[in-house]
Nanobody, 123 residues
Framework: QVQLVESGGGLVQPGGSLRLSCAAS????????MGWFRQAPGKEREFVGCTTWTGDFTRYADSVKGRFTISRDNARNTVDLQMNSLKPEDTANYYC????????????????WGQGTQVTVSA
């Protein structure tokens, strides 16, 4: 069974950091573009960033560029999202997703999704 499981969410103060991890089971992440998305209450799910299966090309939303970094370890079948300089507007449920398409930004391009992990940025 194909499964993606996110972990690492929590409560952090503005300016702080969190590292999210996405682990795959039932399939290997090699060959897949891996994306991170987020959804705040009352808002649509939005693109955060994605990386090719080799990790040699990564794309980020303007709102997180320079603060968030995606890395992947195909040997461990994981992909991480390092989030620095967090802001209250980063508060959302964060999802990882997988696709064979090349670094797409639309949610509809990703057939595989995790259940999400909550990130709350608050003083």
């Amino acid at each position: 069974q194909v499964q993606l499981v996110e972990s690492g969410g929590g409560l952090v103060q503005p300016g702080g950091s969190l590292r999210l991890s996405c682990a795959a089971s039932g399939f290997t992440l090699s060959g897949y573009t891996m994306g991170w998305f987020r959804q705040a209450p009352g808002k649509e799910r939005e693109f955060v960033g994605c990386t090719t299966w080799t990790g040699d090309f990564t794309r980020y939303a303007d709102s997180v560029k320079g603060r968030f970094t995606i890395s992947r370890d195909n040997a461990r079948n994981t992909v991480d999202l390092q989030m620095n300089s967090l802001k209250p507007e980063d508060t959302a449920n964060y999802y990882c997703a997988a696709t064979f398409q090349v670094v797409p930004e639309s949610t509809g391009s990703y057939p595989y999704w995790g259940q999400g992990t909550q990130v709350t940025v608050s003083a």
